[in-house]
């Protein structure tokens, strides 16, 4: 038991009253794994929360940082800046997908996403498109918490009893199981059934009132789910067709996830924005982005008076000075480590061999993988759905690994830095807590 006052701090999505009777307490991290209060070693196989792709602890991004705090700590972004701000931004165009070369700093995803849907509004706005203020999103889909992104929430816990648009159609969620179950990579089936909601929606609403769609190039949050094959192309040709604009929110899939920098380039299909946050600097400071196509901010900027901002809209801490070395420092990590293109090499395919094993253990219905992410589902049986879940995940953690409950979906996304045998004892791990759960 610790010895910390638990009463001040209100954590986020956390049963606090639950924790509060065991609590779970990290003290340290290195690599691979974290630490627990009682020194009991803990492997991350969720990267922190999707964000420590390059390990924990990386020396040369603590220098980094410490640098950058004893130079220049802050100063503010509003009609200033700093070498390390434009630096990072430079730096990272050289990974993005062709005709997307700005981005528009945040402090986290959700501020990202909240951003990305002002942004998409402002471009329909400017070229005299004003009455497309309609969003697309999905069911499932998770797009943080600010009241943007809660209103393009397809999760509906993190949704009901909050403010929320009511300007936002729902495509169909893409975890079927019934017909996609045990599919390595992307899944067959799901396409059509999309296409046809798609047009569905745009008969109901007029193309001339829908500004955006917003998708998570693989759902995560709401139980790691592949795009079906041909999915993400559909969505691209049916946006053209109708002028609507495409976001892609790659707060979990930028940044090495799925085999390259970037899902759309892992896919093949650009979007106009892109949302990304976490991985960005190795989830050391907090930082998020929008990245934009260079035609989207030129149509906002030509519609703009010369004497005033073209964007009124902004953070105290966006593209702090600190956040960009450590960005930098992540970024030549991710470079000379290979680290954005792991995920479809060797390492893929043995995460992914490592993962299906996992059929034959008791109550297992569906295991996916894609890149360097991975979920297992389990029946819940004659039990409420969602029991199973919670009941793995704290054993697992019980037994040294960490990983993420989705209801009865057991979600993993290790740092892209994990090695063959921590792979293996994920497995080892993995297979002892949910044989004591279930056996
Ligand atoms: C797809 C997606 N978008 C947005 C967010 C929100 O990011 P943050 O928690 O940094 O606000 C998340 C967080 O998990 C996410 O998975």
């Not at 701090?9 to 009682?38: H, M």
């Not at 192309?233 to 495409?246: A, F, G, N, S, T």
């Not at 919670?390 to 019980?398: G, L, M, S, T, V």
Request: proline share 6%; hydrophobic share 40%.
């Amino acid at each position: 038991m610790t010895d910390l006052n638990l009463e001040h701090w209100w954590q986020p999505f956390t049963n606090v009253r639950a924790f509060q009777k065991n609590p779970r307490i990290f003290t340290r991290a290195e690599g691979s794994f974290l630490f627990r209060e009682d020194g009991g070693d803990v492997l991350d196989i969720t990267a922190g929360l999707w964000c420590c792709n390059i390990g924990h602890a990386r020396k040369e991004v603590a220098d980094a940082v410490h640098a950058q705090l004893m130079e220049l700590d802050y100063a503010p972004p509003f009609q200033f800046g700093t070498p390390p701000a434009f630096q990072f931004a430079s730096r990272l165009m050289e990974h993005t997908p062709e005709g997307i070369n700005r981005i528009f700093f945040t402090n986290s995803g959700s501020e990202a996403v909240d951003t990305a849907l002002k942004i998409a509004h402002l471009y329909q706005f400017a070229r005299g498109k004003g009455s497309k203020t309609r969003f697309i999103s999905r069911e499932q889909g998770y797009h943080g918490v600010n009241v943007g992104g809660t209103s393009m929430q397809g999760l509906p816990t993190n949704r009901h009893g909050f403010p929320v648009l009511n300007e936002v159609d729902f495509l169909p969620g893409m975890l079927d199981i019934s017909r996609n179950a045990f599919s390595r990579g992307c899944p067959e089936h799901g396409t059509e059934r999309m296409a046809e909601a798609f047009e569905h929606i745009v008969a109901l609403r007029g193309a001339d009132s829908i500004c955006a769609v917003i998708i998570e190039p693989i759902s995560g949050a709401g139980g790691m789910v592949p795009p079906p094959r041909g999915y993400l192309q559909k969505v691209r040709e049916l946006c053209d067709k109708h002028d609507i604009l495409l976001i892609f929110d790659e707060v979990i899939t930028g940044f090495g996830r799925t085999g390259s920098a970037f899902a759309a380039t892992e896919f093949g299909v650009t979007p106009d924005i892109m949302t990304s946050a976490k991985a960005i600097n190795g989830g050391t400071v907090p930082m998020g982005g929008v990245f934009v196509k260079d035609s989207i901010q030129q149509t906002i900027f030509d519609h703009t008076p010369e004497t005033v901002p073209e964007f009124f809209h902004g953070n105290t801490y966006a593209g702090t000075p600190v956040a960009a070395a450590a960005g930098l420092a992540a970024l030549d990590i991710y470079e000379s480590e290979g680290l954005f293109t792991c995920a479809s090499g060797a390492k893929g395919e043995h995460w992914a061999n490592t993962l299906h094993a996992m059929k034959d253990l008791p109550s297992v219905i569906d295991i996916r993988n894609y890149g360097l992410l991975g979920a297992v589902s389990f029946d819940p049986g004659e039990a409420p759905a969602k029991s199973l879940g919670p009941k793995i995940h704290q054993r697992c953690y019980e037994n040294g690994l960490l990983c993420r409950a989705v209801g009865d979906h057991m979600v993993m996304s290790p740092p892209l830095s994990i090695t063959e045998s921590e792979i293996g004892l994920f497995a080892e791990r993995f297979r002892k807590s949910v044989l004591e759960v279930l056996g």
